[in-house]
Protein backbone atom coordinates (compact mmCIF):
# COMPACT_ATOMS: atom_id res chain seq x y z
CA UNK A 1 0.00 0.00 0.00
CA UNK A 2 1.48 3.25 -1.21
CA UNK A 3 0.58 6.31 0.98
CA UNK A 4 -1.12 8.29 -1.55
CA UNK A 5 -3.93 4.96 -1.04
CA UNK A 6 -3.74 5.41 2.89
CA UNK A 7 -4.44 8.66 2.56
CA UNK A 8 -6.83 8.19 0.63
CA UNK A 9 -9.02 5.40 2.39
CA UNK A 10 -8.50 6.91 5.88
CA UNK A 11 -9.51 10.74 4.93
CA UNK A 12 -12.71 10.93 4.67
CA UNK A 13 -13.31 9.82 8.56
CA UNK A 14 -9.78 12.05 9.57
CA UNK A 15 -12.58 15.12 8.14
CA UNK A 16 -15.34 13.67 9.75
CA UNK A 17 -14.95 13.27 13.62
CA UNK A 18 -18.46 11.62 13.75
CA UNK A 19 -17.84 9.38 10.80
CA UNK A 20 -14.70 8.66 12.91
CA UNK A 21 -16.09 7.87 16.32
CA UNK A 22 -19.18 5.58 14.26
CA UNK A 23 -15.67 3.59 13.32
CA UNK A 24 -14.42 3.68 16.58
CA UNK A 25 -17.58 2.82 18.25
CA UNK A 26 -18.35 -0.36 15.55
CA UNK A 27 -15.07 -1.84 15.70
CA UNK A 28 -15.48 -1.88 19.35
CA UNK A 29 -19.24 -3.32 19.25
CA UNK A 30 -18.26 -5.64 16.85
CA UNK A 31 -15.14 -6.78 18.90
CA UNK A 32 -17.03 -6.90 22.22
CA UNK A 33 -19.83 -9.19 20.08
CA UNK A 34 -17.61 -11.51 18.89
CA UNK A 35 -15.33 -12.20 21.86
CA UNK A 36 -17.93 -12.26 24.75
CA UNK A 37 -19.97 -14.61 22.87
CA UNK A 38 -17.78 -17.15 22.03
CA UNK A 39 -17.04 -17.82 26.50
CA UNK A 40 -20.42 -17.96 26.18
CA UNK A 41 -20.75 -20.79 23.77
CA UNK A 42 -18.13 -22.66 25.83
CA UNK A 43 -20.18 -22.44 28.85
CA UNK A 44 -23.40 -23.23 27.10
CA UNK A 45 -21.34 -26.25 25.79
CA UNK A 46 -19.99 -26.55 29.28
CA UNK A 47 -23.70 -27.14 30.77
CA UNK A 48 -25.05 -29.01 27.95
CA UNK A 49 -22.17 -31.28 28.63
CA UNK A 50 -21.17 -31.64 25.19
CA UNK A 51 -18.08 -33.67 24.25
CA UNK A 52 -17.23 -30.92 21.67
CA UNK A 53 -15.99 -28.06 24.41
CA UNK A 54 -12.42 -29.18 24.54
CA UNK A 55 -12.29 -29.05 21.02
CA UNK A 56 -13.95 -25.62 20.82
CA UNK A 57 -11.38 -24.33 23.22
CA UNK A 58 -8.77 -26.12 21.62
CA UNK A 59 -8.56 -25.28 17.91
CA UNK A 60 -9.26 -21.58 18.38
CA UNK A 61 -6.34 -21.65 21.14
CA UNK A 62 -3.82 -23.00 19.07
CA UNK A 63 -4.79 -20.84 16.37
CA UNK A 64 -3.94 -17.94 18.72
CA UNK A 65 -0.77 -18.72 19.78
CA UNK A 66 0.10 -19.71 16.80
CA UNK A 67 -0.25 -16.22 14.76
CA UNK A 68 0.84 -14.60 17.92
CA UNK A 69 4.44 -16.17 17.35
CA UNK A 70 4.07 -15.33 13.37
CA UNK A 71 3.31 -11.83 14.48
CA UNK A 72 6.25 -11.38 16.46
CA UNK A 73 8.56 -13.18 14.84
CA UNK A 74 7.42 -11.14 11.57
CA UNK A 75 7.41 -7.74 13.30
CA UNK A 76 5.36 -5.97 10.66
CA UNK A 77 5.20 -2.35 11.19
CA UNK A 78 1.59 -0.86 10.92
CA UNK A 79 0.94 1.50 8.43
CA UNK A 80 0.48 4.47 10.74
CA UNK A 81 4.15 3.93 11.89
CA UNK A 82 5.10 4.04 7.95
CA UNK A 83 3.48 6.71 6.74
CA UNK A 84 3.69 8.82 10.02
CA UNK A 85 -0.10 9.63 9.98
CA UNK A 86 -2.67 8.46 13.30
CA UNK A 87 -5.01 6.10 12.78
CA UNK A 88 -8.31 6.69 12.74
CA UNK A 89 -8.97 4.36 15.54
CA UNK A 90 -6.45 5.75 18.63
CA UNK A 91 -3.75 3.09 18.44
CA UNK A 92 0.13 3.10 19.66
CA UNK A 93 1.20 -0.69 19.27
CA UNK A 94 4.51 -0.92 17.73
CA UNK A 95 5.09 -3.51 14.89
CA UNK A 96 3.13 -6.82 15.04
CA UNK A 97 0.75 -5.97 11.84
CA UNK A 98 1.00 -9.06 10.05
CA UNK A 99 -1.19 -11.49 9.83
CA UNK A 100 -4.04 -9.15 11.76
CA UNK A 101 -4.92 -11.30 15.06
CA UNK A 102 -8.27 -9.69 15.20
CA UNK A 103 -9.51 -11.17 11.98
CA UNK A 104 -7.83 -14.52 12.46
CA UNK A 105 -9.58 -14.79 16.01
CA UNK A 106 -13.03 -13.38 14.78
CA UNK A 107 -12.95 -15.97 11.83
CA UNK A 108 -11.51 -18.77 14.22
CA UNK A 109 -14.92 -17.74 16.49
CA UNK A 110 -17.15 -17.75 13.48
CA UNK A 111 -16.60 -21.40 12.54
CA UNK A 112 -16.63 -23.00 15.70
CA UNK A 113 -20.00 -21.39 16.20
CA UNK A 114 -20.74 -22.52 12.85
CA UNK A 115 -20.22 -26.52 13.98
CA UNK A 116 -22.38 -25.97 16.76
CA UNK A 117 -25.39 -23.44 14.99
CA UNK A 118 -24.47 -22.42 11.47
CA UNK A 119 -26.89 -19.66 11.85
CA UNK A 120 -25.22 -17.85 14.51
CA UNK A 121 -22.07 -19.16 12.49
CA UNK A 122 -23.21 -17.18 9.46
CA UNK A 123 -23.89 -14.16 11.59
CA UNK A 124 -20.21 -14.09 12.82
CA UNK A 125 -18.55 -14.64 9.84
CA UNK A 126 -20.34 -11.78 8.73
CA UNK A 127 -19.25 -9.46 10.92
CA UNK A 128 -15.37 -11.04 10.82
CA UNK A 129 -15.80 -8.97 7.26
CA UNK A 130 -17.02 -5.75 8.85
CA UNK A 131 -14.08 -6.09 11.04
CA UNK A 132 -11.48 -6.87 8.82
CA UNK A 133 -13.29 -4.05 6.38
CA UNK A 134 -12.97 -1.79 9.61
CA UNK A 135 -9.55 -2.53 10.23
CA UNK A 136 -8.09 -1.57 6.73
CA UNK A 137 -9.95 1.98 6.69
CA UNK A 138 -8.86 2.98 9.82
CA UNK A 139 -5.18 2.58 9.37
CA UNK A 140 -4.60 -0.04 11.60
CA UNK A 141 -3.53 -2.57 9.73
CA UNK A 142 -2.75 -2.88 5.64
CA UNK A 143 -4.89 -4.82 3.24
CA UNK A 144 -2.52 -7.61 2.65
CA UNK A 145 -2.37 -8.27 6.85
CA UNK A 146 -5.86 -9.15 7.23
CA UNK A 147 -6.10 -11.11 3.90
CA UNK A 148 -3.31 -13.00 5.57
CA UNK A 149 -5.20 -13.38 8.71
CA UNK A 150 -7.97 -14.64 6.56
CA UNK A 151 -5.44 -17.45 4.91
CA UNK A 152 -3.90 -18.55 8.31
CA UNK A 153 -7.18 -19.39 9.13
CA UNK A 154 -8.44 -21.27 6.05
CA UNK A 155 -4.72 -23.52 6.22
CA UNK A 156 -5.18 -23.57 10.05
CA UNK A 157 -8.75 -24.73 9.93
CA UNK A 158 -8.16 -26.96 6.83
CA UNK A 159 -5.51 -29.08 8.55
CA UNK A 160 -7.75 -29.68 11.43
CA UNK A 161 -10.77 -30.56 9.29
CA UNK A 162 -9.43 -33.23 7.26
CA UNK A 163 -7.46 -34.98 10.24
CA UNK A 164 -9.70 -34.79 12.92
CA UNK A 165 -13.41 -34.72 11.55
CA UNK A 166 -15.04 -38.04 10.41
CA UNK A 167 -17.35 -36.56 7.95
CA UNK A 168 -14.68 -34.45 5.73
CA UNK A 169 -13.01 -37.35 4.51
CA UNK A 170 -16.52 -38.68 3.34
CA UNK A 171 -17.09 -35.33 1.84
CA UNK A 172 -13.59 -35.42 -0.01
CA UNK A 173 -13.93 -38.84 -1.06
CA UNK A 174 -17.55 -38.59 -2.95
CA UNK A 175 -15.61 -36.81 -5.22
CA UNK A 176 -13.04 -39.10 -6.98
CA UNK A 177 -13.86 -42.72 -8.56
CA UNK A 178 -13.82 -45.97 -6.46
CA UNK A 179 -10.42 -46.36 -7.29
CA UNK A 180 -8.98 -43.30 -6.34
CA UNK A 181 -11.21 -43.75 -3.55
CA UNK A 182 -7.98 -45.73 -1.98
CA UNK A 183 -4.97 -43.07 -2.65
CA UNK A 184 -7.09 -40.21 -1.05
CA UNK A 185 -7.72 -42.60 2.06
CA UNK A 186 -3.96 -43.57 1.64
CA UNK A 187 -3.46 -39.92 2.09
CA UNK A 188 -5.37 -39.22 5.49
CA UNK A 189 -6.22 -42.02 6.81
CA UNK A 190 -4.22 -45.84 8.01
CA UNK A 191 -1.51 -45.99 5.54
CA UNK A 192 -0.30 -49.53 6.92
CA UNK A 193 -3.87 -50.64 6.36
CA UNK A 194 -4.39 -49.38 2.73
CA UNK A 195 -0.55 -50.14 2.11
CA UNK A 196 -1.49 -53.80 2.76
CA UNK A 197 -4.20 -54.07 0.27
CA UNK A 198 -2.36 -52.42 -2.19
CA UNK A 199 0.93 -54.80 -1.73
CA UNK A 200 -1.38 -57.40 -1.73
CA UNK A 201 -3.36 -56.43 -5.05
CA UNK A 202 0.26 -55.29 -6.68
CA UNK A 203 1.00 -59.85 -5.63
CA UNK A 204 -1.97 -61.27 -7.22
CA UNK A 205 -1.42 -58.37 -10.70
CA UNK A 206 2.11 -60.48 -11.04
CA UNK A 207 0.67 -63.76 -10.08
CA UNK A 208 -2.85 -63.51 -12.39
CA UNK A 209 -1.24 -61.46 -15.37
CA UNK A 210 -3.68 -58.48 -14.35
CA UNK A 211 -6.66 -60.57 -14.95
CA UNK A 212 -9.70 -58.89 -12.49
CA UNK A 213 -6.96 -57.66 -10.14
CA UNK A 214 -8.24 -53.99 -10.83
CA UNK A 215 -11.24 -55.57 -9.39
CA UNK A 216 -10.59 -56.97 -6.45
CA UNK A 217 -8.54 -54.47 -5.31
CA UNK A 218 -11.55 -52.14 -5.34
CA UNK A 219 -13.21 -54.24 -3.67
CA UNK A 220 -11.05 -54.25 -0.65
CA UNK A 221 -10.83 -50.63 -0.68
CA UNK A 222 -14.35 -50.31 -0.58
CA UNK A 223 -14.79 -51.99 2.18
CA UNK A 224 -12.16 -50.96 3.86
CA UNK A 225 -12.92 -47.43 3.74
CA UNK A 226 -16.46 -47.69 6.17
CA UNK A 227 -14.82 -49.86 8.22
CA UNK A 228 -11.57 -46.63 8.58
CA UNK A 229 -14.40 -44.03 8.41
CA UNK A 230 -16.03 -45.36 11.83
CA UNK A 231 -12.95 -45.46 13.35
CA UNK A 232 -12.50 -42.38 13.13
CA UNK A 233 -16.00 -41.52 14.51
CA UNK A 234 -14.72 -42.39 18.24
CA UNK A 235 -12.12 -39.58 18.36
CA UNK A 236 -13.88 -37.32 15.52
CA UNK A 237 -12.54 -33.46 15.92
CA UNK A 238 -15.58 -31.65 14.91
CA UNK A 239 -18.98 -32.95 13.82
CA UNK A 240 -19.83 -31.59 10.66
CA UNK A 241 -23.28 -31.24 10.19
Request: proline share 6%; glycine share 4%.
Amino acid sequence: MKKETYVKMTQPFRDDPKRARALHRANKILTVVIFVAYPCLLLWLLWQKDMRLYKAICVPLDGFIIVTVVRAWINRKRPYEIFELPSVIPKDTKGHSWPSRHVFSAAVIAFTFWFVCPAAGIVFLLMTVAIAWIRVVSGVHFISDVVAGVFFFWVFFFFFLVWFSPAMPEKLLAFFPELARCHVVFLFEHPVKIGKIFKTGFRRNIQNGGVGSCQQTRGDCQAVVPQIVHERRSHSFFEIP
